[in-house]
């Protein structure tokens, strides 16, 4: 946890904070690398400095859930720059998009442009983030 809060902690302050020494906690830092516990390191963005102040989640349901038709759409949604995060989700959706554009008129035209051209999409919501409380 002390690590998902600021990765640029170095060995000597993450073993001060454990109450361990520098070794042991090298040792186990390295190990939850190795196994894959720890899958990398970095930054976190601002995103109105991006020009993305605009944050969508999107639901979107499709028309069928042959493989083919969730393969291709999967394909399509990774190419497109604007959704940050795709989950392929269980319940009344097929698929919760995180999408981070600069203004809705960008988000309109997203919509209107781009996702609406991915074949057997049934239906499109869209939740706009008001204010983020936790990330």
Known sequence: S????NGK????????????????????IRRLER???ILGYGARIDKRYLGKSM?????????SHA???LNAFESAIVRLDEISACYHVAGSIDYL???EVASMD???DFIKNQLTGIPHIAQVNSNFVMTAVKE
């Open 97 to 99: 998009l995180h999408i």
């Open 2 to 5: 002390l690590l998902q809060e």
């Open 67 to 69: 493989l083919d038709v």
């Open 9 to 28: 902690m170095n060995y000597k302050q993450v073993a001060d904070a454990i109450g361990l020494s520098t070794t042991p906690t090298f040792e186990r």
């Open 106 to 108: 960008q988000y309109q």
């Open 35 to 37: 196994n894959g516990v």
């Open 55 to 63: 944050q969508v989640f999107c639901q979107v349901t499709l028309q």
